[in-house]
């Protein structure tokens, strides 16, 4: 079975405390295609969503130092949270309990014991709400589709032919309409937090983008927001 090495993929947050839980998960989320992060206490975890920003955070109720309950009051609190999808996971099945969960801001709830498929086709539910390029969805704005399942951007019905790194570009501004996206935020996004390199390459492809989309004889879609960074739409 091989292991994901996208550096773009979705990055998953386990937290949990205990160990045998921990490795399972993170074996069979990377299997399924998912960069995966750990962490054991709810503290830790707020500072695991504070750097690396996962799209998903699988949220033990019960945890030592800060409760599942109180972390994910947190987590969708804070600037790199509130965005993530966070999973509730816990032995609490009471109608009242699920209630709670999801009234302190979980975006789903899991009752153990569960079945790992079952789990991974709820971490997928949830990217296609925040992340659809992801799980294959294409998407459109205006007279801009992409599809990521055949790699293939037309605009007003023409074809357009964009490079790797300007097609993610693309797909994050249209998953996030509207959405002002600072150089870093991008340079996580489209070429992943392990990759160093300038924030001035983030222009360099902007303007390739911007280049391409207009080759059409289209207005440019892409803002340049002063002080912050760029969006679309």
Same mark, same amino acid.
């Given at each position: &079975? ?14 949990d ?11 069979? $989320?990377?299997?399924?295609g998912?960069?995966v992060?750990?962490a ?5 975890? $707020? ?15 019960? $945890? ?13 609190a ?10 509730? /996971?816990s ?20 009752v153990?014991?569960?079945? %790992? ?34 790699y ?8 357009l ?7 993610? $570009? ?9 959405? %002002? ?18 924030? @001035?390459? %983030?222009?360099?492809? /902007?303007? @390739? ?15 340049? /927001?002063?002080?912050?960074?760029y969006? &679309?739409?």
């Amino acid at each position: &079975m091989t292991l994901t090495t996208d550096t773009t993929a979705p990055l998953v947050l386990i937290v949990d405390d205990e160990p045998a839980q921990l490795a399972l998960l993170s074996y069979n $989320l990377k299997a399924a295609g998912f960069r995966v992060a750990t962490a054991r206490d709810g503290e830790e975890a $707020l500072l695991a969503v504070a750097e690396q920003g996962p799209d998903v955070v699988l949220l033990d109720w019960m $945890l030592p130092r800060l409760s599942g309950l109180e972390a994910c009051r947190q987590i969708k609190a804070s600037p790199q949270g509130r965005e993530a999808a966070v999973i509730m /996971v816990s032995a609490r099945s009471e109608e009242s309990d699920r209630i709670r969960g999801l009234d302190t801001g979980a975006d789903d709830y899991i009752v153990k014991p569960y079945s %790992v498929a079952e789990l991974i086709a709820r971490v997928r539910a949830n990217l296609r709400r925040l992340r659809p390029v992801a799980t294959g969805q294409a998407l459109e704005i205006d007279d801009i589709r992409l599809d990521p399942d055949t790699y293939l951007v037309t605009r007003a019905g023409e074809a357009l032919h964009l490079g790797p790194t300007e097609f993610r $570009l693309l797909a994050a501004f249209m998953e996030r309409p509207g959405k %002002v996206w600072t150089r870093e935020a991008l340079l996580d996004r489209v070429w992943g937090r392990e990759i160093y390199i300038d924030t @001035r390459t %983030v222009d360099v492809h /902007v303007g @390739r983008l911007r280049k391409i989309l207009c080759s059409t004889g289209g207005t440019d879609p892409i803002r340049t /927001v002063r002080g912050a960074g760029y969006a &679309m739409g």
